[in-house]
């Protein structure tokens, strides 16, 4: 059975045509470039070749792009472009699930490289489940995007700290390069991508990706904005970032938006509908449920929570916890479980984010924000 994708929904093309016009005005990038090593740069050797990504735009062309665009879509303009760390070259683009996020930011990608010859992206998820279903995308959709875009070589990969001779031909092939990484593979220093190799040329798979110059697509960054995820993003050294979610935490530069009540009146979805409790089979969510207590040496509960296990890979975990433990820890490091937990006789306070909740799941029993 061969899916059919339609090119020509408008809500769709609009998302697309909000992030090409970013760069309107920039002519198209060279084949490559020659890239100068110092030893506070790549490493140790004096001079590497590579092909990347090269806006030549001024700020404040790209403002003036980013003020037209809000305008187009009816959103208020900003007065100066926005992002964390000074990074202004964030753009934000919120669509309800299910209006074909993935297919469209797959779609920029061929549109960004066509009108101006960008050819190095990654795109960066929370988790290996989206990762994979970011791939199966790709296949799908592999064969609809030669015929929009006059059969363009492109070579997606997922990362693999076992081949590292991709990341090599990402930083070096001058065709179009599409990394999917999940951000677990990075955001640590003892991950292989952030250690100098043998496979890599003596230098940090990091070092040849930031030679690349990469345009980020971030899916699902309100899940990445912990100080680990963000700094491993930032060392990327991205020339641009692209954020597609249904639910920001942050709108910088936001371009786009396709929100529920939008979605509802152009008859995208069927209904609106307010969850109160978070899936335990949610991965991208916190989730946190207490099972039990116990007080017969000390106060203790024993909570399920998701926890990062062998490979990497998220799944559910029951453990017991006291006073001075962390779910942070617990789960293996996530960063949407920074908690504080503490007992007062037989209750058990978690506090999550901003919201604090008594007993089994934290959205039912919302007691204050924080």
């Not at 779609?107 to 960066?124: A, D, Q």
């Not at 092939?173 to 220093?189: A, G, V």
Request: contains cysteine; neutral net charge; charged residues 25%.
């Amino acid at each position: 059975m061969k899916l059919k994708f339609d090119p020509s929904l408008d809500y769709q093309r609009r998302a697309i045509d909000a992030v090409a016009d970013v760069f309107d005005g920039q002519p198209i990038a060279q084949s490559g470039f020659e890239i100068s090593q110092t030893t506070g740069g790549l490493g140790l050797v004096s001079t590497e070749q590579a092909v990347g990504n090269a806006i030549t735009l001024a700020p404040e062309k790209i403002l003036e792009n980013v003020r037209a665009i809000q305008e187009r879509n009816g959103i208020e303009r900003v007065a100066e472009l926005q992002g964390p760390q000074n990074d202004r070259m964030n753009f934000t683009i919120e669509m309800e699930t299910g209006t074909g996020k993935t297919y469209v930011y797959l779609r920029t990608i061929f549109e960004l490289n066509k009108k101006y010859g960008f050819s190095k992206f990654i795109i960066v998820v929370p988790s290996i489940a989206i990762r994979e279903g970011v791939l199966k995308s790709i296949e799908m959709m592999g064969e609809h995007f030669r015929t929009l875009y006059d059969n363009v070589p492109f070579r997606p990969f997922v990362y693999d700290s076992k081949k590292l001779e991709k990341v090599n031909a990402f930083a070096k092939d001058n065709s179009l390069q599409i990394m999917i990484i999940n951000i677990q593979s990075f955001q640590r220093e003892a991950n292989i991508f952030n250690q100098e190799h043998e496979r890599s040329y003596g230098y940090r798979p990091r070092d040849l990706v930031k030679a690349a110059r990469p345009i980020l697509i971030i899916d699902e960054p309100q899940n990445m904005e912990g100080e680990r995820s963000a700094e491993a993003i930032r060392n990327l050294e991205a020339v641009a970032t692209l954020r597609y979610s249904a639910t920001h935490k942050n709108f910088y530069n936001l371009l786009y938006l396709l929100d529920p009540v939008r979605a509802y009146e152009l008859r995208l979805v069927k209904q609106i509908e307010v969850a109160s409790i978070r899936s335990d089979d949610s991965f991208n969510d916190a989730y946190v449920k207490l099972l039990q207590t116990d007080n017969k040496n000390g106060i203790k509960a024993q909570v399920e929570i998701h926890k990062i296990k062998r490979g990497g890979q998220v799944g559910t975990a029951k453990v017991w916890v006291k006073q001075t433990d962390d779910l942070f820890i617990k789960s293996g490091e996530i960063e949407l479980l920074t908690s504080d937990i503490f007992s007062y006789k037989s209750l058990i306070l978690l506090c999550l984010g901003c919201q604090k909740a008594l007993h089994g799941l934290f959205s039912p029993a919302i007691v204050s924000e924080c």
